[in-house]
């Protein structure tokens, strides 16, 4: 696994949000997968 670029700070509501947009998946494959890598990142 490659170092830590960035660290990221999410709060509740903004993690519902973005695994919201992943499970309806009627938004963009690119606004997806950044939820994915917002959602992953420690």
């Given at each position: 696994m490659p170092?830590?670029?960035y660290k990221v700070n999410l709060n509740d509501d903004e993690r519902q949000i973005l695994q919201a947009?992943?499970?309806k998946g009627k938004s963009?494959?690119?606004s997806q997968t950044?939820?994915?890598i917002l959602l992953?990142?420690?």
């Open positions: 170092a830590i670029k947009v992943i499970q963009a494959a690119r950044r939820a994915r992953q990142g420690r």
